[in-house]
């Protein structure tokens, strides 16, 4: 009897079609009240005065939070390395400082939510204002490199001699790009219902990690985490946004401490853009250098990040160009630069996906330079152990993954001269990008009951945030006890459950997952053994976790786009996509697919459209809500397929599975650029490819 690997529908597919999924706003609690914050109009200085007279006059007005009366959050507070570079946003009114335009600065709390929002603009500031600096500008001298990125490793990292080997390499490649600050705008934004009860408090609220907001908040306000249940029984998307706890939430908190009543808050999209993190931009500079026959010798990849005042962190932006390819000689290095910004953090994909757009366009760039198919240009360079540490890889499909999609996408035929391909007024032309995300696993603890009834249940304190976890987590239950998924209820959304992984980093379902297999074998076997109905079995994998060998483990992937530019025009089309990806077992064949295609159309839309830009005088982002931030519609999506190649991988947990939430959109927007050099003859090295640049690189004569 076995449920994994087969195309199971979601579990909660009827209740989101009826309106029967409760998302964390919909939840019916007594007596609520509705907060709305102010928001600082200033860049940056403090609040000299605040006059709460006319925003208690209006009619429904219950009280006015302000640094003045917010409870005094605990500081500091650890909450490890991982989830660290959030904790400054968390410190929500516990002072009159402003670091950035956006910033919270008082809520109004009333009997309606337009009461509330009547009254937060009856709001009576004023500042004190201070000098600013929003601009992110290349070389900027102030930039200096973190002792830490976002994967927890250095910000800088040196094999070899790496300029020394550029300097006698046969052919060297020196090119910039840059990438745009970027949001993720998940669906449902972010939202928090917040009650006190007794020294009590429990979220109703919209995260990715139900166990470590619990544990944030906990640390916060000086409590106990069994005296904190966060639940999230639906979320409607994060993309990165909600993997670690965010303003709203905790002013959700701080109201109803102060009211002694629940509390409900919900952002808005101008509100999302200032509060739900977002990716940082990039300005990268990639040298390559290589024998004549494609050999690589050496490999330098330089990132800048923005970073804010609160925080200095910065993605893994570089990290893939050490261990993508062999070169004898390497170094990354990541800097930031601190600005009067919000703080940047996770968006899907973190790292990967600007950095291996870089890395992938100077791969293409090079095997143009060297006449070489950029195909056999990856393959020549390919490893047989990680490059960056000499640790041997758990599996490494990568090649499988480009050869496979070669044949399916029909590469063998293509012509590699760019510029020659006509279809009527556009030019065709055809990309590919390799794509990789690091494999981890987080211990976890999950519970498994034998109800009275014959069925049995499973609790862990994971989180379904649109991904299909609920359904994957079902199917390893069952397969686990030996019993079919309809004899199987997964209770999941909740604190109280269990300490477990958040839902971020592919890391969910690996975590979860073998810490559900787990509980399901140990209660079968207790079962097996005389135990009665009712018996109750809790497991931790901290254990085998801490056991798991020392190798380097990937998911591996090979994009492959074909545009459309029109040459009056400039607008670009993406006609088909194709991703093959290895990503060990596949638990659900269909949730795996959305969730593969899901990534590819997120690089679509990385490629051609998203962009926030800040306003250097007034220092918020320009594109503030879904009408000037533009991502893909259906009409933009043509034919796009999935290829998951099967791949056995002894060394991750027994589920098998990599996970697959981020690496559909790493590499996606390089193979587009690709292609569009291969259309037009012309390089494009900043994001997005705007339909002005490439008209003007049409009628501008030579190569760009």
């Known amino acids: 009897m076995t449920s994994v690997g087969t195309p199971l529908e979601r ?28 928001i600082s ?27 003045g009366n917010a409870a005094r959050l605990k500081s500091p507070i650890d909450l490890g390395p991982v989830q660290q570079a959030a904790v400054p946003e968390l410190y929500v009114l516990q002072s009159d400082k402003i670091a950035y335009r956006g910033q919270i600065v008082a809520a109004v709390i009333a009997t309606s939510l337009e009461a509330a929002r009547e009254g937060a603009e009856s709001l009576d500031l004023r500042y004190e204002e201070h000098p600013h600096d929003v601009a992110f500008r290349p070389r900027d001298p102030r930039a200096y490199v973190p002792g830490m990125v976002g994967d927890l490793g250095p910000g800088n990292v040196v094999r070899g001699d790496a300029d020394r080997a550029l300097k006698t390499a046969e052919v060297v490649l020196d090119v910039a790009y840059t990438t745009p600050a970027q949001h993720p705008h998940p669906m449902e934004p972010h939202a928090t219902i917040a009650t006190w009860n007794n020294g009590r408090l429990t979220l109703y609220s919209s995260e990715q990690g139900p166990s470590n907001t619990g544990q944030a908040f906990a640390a916060l306000f000086g409590m106990e985490a069994d005296d904190v249940e966060v639940i999230c029984d639906y979320v409607g998307g994060g993309f990165g946004a909600k993997a670690s706890p965010r ?67 910065v993605d893994q932006t570089a990290s893939s160009a050490r261990m993508m390819y062999a070169a004898d000689h390497a170094r990354t290095t990541a800097t930031a630069v601190r600005l009067d910004v919000p703080s940047p953090g996770w968006m899907r994909g973190p790292g990967e996906t600007p950095g291996m757009f870089a890395l992938e366009c100077a791969m293409d760039e090079l095997a143009y330079r060297l006449n070489l198919d950029p195909i056999e240009l990856r393959i020549r360079n390919e490893p047989t152990v990680d490059p960056s540490d000499g640790k041997p890889f758990s599996s490494r499909s990568l090649v499988a993954c480009l050869t496979t999609g070669a044949q399916r996408f029909g590469w063998p035929e293509r012509d590699m001269r760019p510029g020659v391909r006509h279809d009527g007024r556009w030019l065709v032309g055809t990309g590919v990008a390799a794509s990789r995300y ?11 009951t034998a109800e009275l009834d014959g069925t049995y249940s499973v609790a862990i304190g994971a989180v379904d945030i649109g991904t299909g976890s609920r359904t994957v987590l079902t199917q390893i239950a069952a397969d686990a006890l030996e019993v079919p998924v309809e004899k199987v209820r997964l209770d999941l959304g909740r604190a109280s459950y269990s300490a477990a992984a958040f839902a971020g980093a592919s890391l969910g379902t690996a975590s979860w997952g073998w810490a559900v297999d787990k509980a399901g074998r140990t209660l079968k076997e207790r079962l097996r ?57 596949i638990i659900n064949p269909r949730t795996a697919r959305s969730q593969l295609i899901g ?30 931030y533009h991502f893909p519609a259906h009409a933009d999506v043509h034919d796009i397929d999935v290829v998951m190649l099967p791949e056995a991988d002894k060394e991750l947990s027994p589920v098998g599975g990599k996970g697959i939430g981020e690496i559909g959109i790493v590499g996606a927007a390089a193979a587009i650029a690709n292609a569009v050099h291969h259309a037009t003859g012309k390089r494009f090295r900043d994001l997005p490819l705007h339909l002005e640049d490439v008209r003007a690189a049409l009628t501008a004569p030579g190569p760009r």
């Open 11 to 38: 579990q909660d597919a009827r209740a989101k079609v009826m309106g029967a999924a409760t998302y964390a706003y919909e939840h019916s609690v007594d007596g609520v009240l509705y907060a709305w914050p102010v």
């Open 41 to 67: 109009t200033v860049v940056k200085g403090r609040i000299a005065d605040l006059d709460t007279r006319c925003a208690t006059s209006v009619p429904g007005v219950v009280a006015v939070l302000h640094a």
């Open 247 to 313: 303003p709203p939430a905790v002013l959700a908190a701080l109201a109803a401490k102060l009211v002694d009543r629940p509390v409900k808050v919900a952002w808005n999209r101008p509100l999302m853009s200032a509060h739900a993190t977002y990716r940082s931009p990039t300005i990268q500079r990639v040298r390559l250098g290589a024998d004549s026959d494609g050999k690589l010798r050496a490999i330098v990849h330089e990132a800048q990040h923005m970073a804010s005042a609160l925080s200095d962190y």
């Open 438 to 448: 690091p494999v981890f696993t987080v211990p976890s603890r999950a519970s498994a």
């Open 529 to 585: 053994t005389g135990a009665q109905l009712g018996v109750t079995v809790d497991v931790d994998t901290t254990e085998e976790v801490s056991a798991m060998h020392d190798v380097s483990r990937n998911a591996y992937g090979a994009q492959f786009a074909e545009v459309q530019v029109n040459t009056i025009t400039g607008q670009i089309r993406v006609r088909r996509m194709l991703g093959v990806f290895a990503a060990g077992r």
């Open 599 to 628: 990534g590819m159309i997120m690089g679509i839309g990385g490629a051609l459209m998203e962009a926030a830009e800040i306003d250097q005088a007034y220092g918020d982002f320009v594109q503030s809500d879904l009408a000037g």
